[in-house]
């Protein structure tokens, strides 16, 4: 009995719920010797242009706009080096990376259906109902808009957090 190679797109930021996401799906649905493919995804955010507000022209010099786009570059390395680790001990799965830039919500979507993708995992950063309202739900966003079916991995509350709150 042969297995379908599957593509697995996995988005990767800095947090700690995206990188527990990618430990979660390494362990329960990248199966070793299953031939899948691991797709890690960096969204970088887009670039934020400052004018001055008297409109005589940008507040930033290119120097300085050079050195933010740098760090922005090295930031998305250190994820995308970060989440390749974790996947060094896997066998006969292949691990591409892909670094895009602009709203994650619409480029996780975007990039999924142009790869034709079998599915999407996301970390949940856990916002309640107001921080939603106003920042938006990346995953939500994802599981509304995806073309294809996308598992959204909530990391569990520490006990140490636990015990603090009661």
Known sequence: MT????????AVDEGEESTYALSWCLKNVVAENSKDTLVLLY???PQVVYTA????????????IATMDNY?????????????KLC?????VKVETRVEQGDPRDVICSAAEKMGV?????????????????LGSVSNHCAQNAKCPVLIVK???????ATSTS
């Open 88 to 92: 060094k001990d896997l066998q006969d």
């Open 72 to 84: 922005r570059n090295q930031v998305a390395e250190s994820v995308i080096e970060k989440a390749k």
């Open 53 to 64: 507000l008297d409109g005589s022209g940008y507040l930033f010099s290119p120097d300085i």
């Open 3 to 10: 297995t379908k190679e599957r593509k697995i797109l996995v």
């Open 155 to 161: 990391k569990p509350k520490t006990s140490a957090a």
């Open 43 to 45: 969204v970088k955010p």
């Open 118 to 134: 079998d599915m999407v995992v996301l970390g949940s950063h856990g916002y309640g109902l107001i921080k939603r309202a106003f």
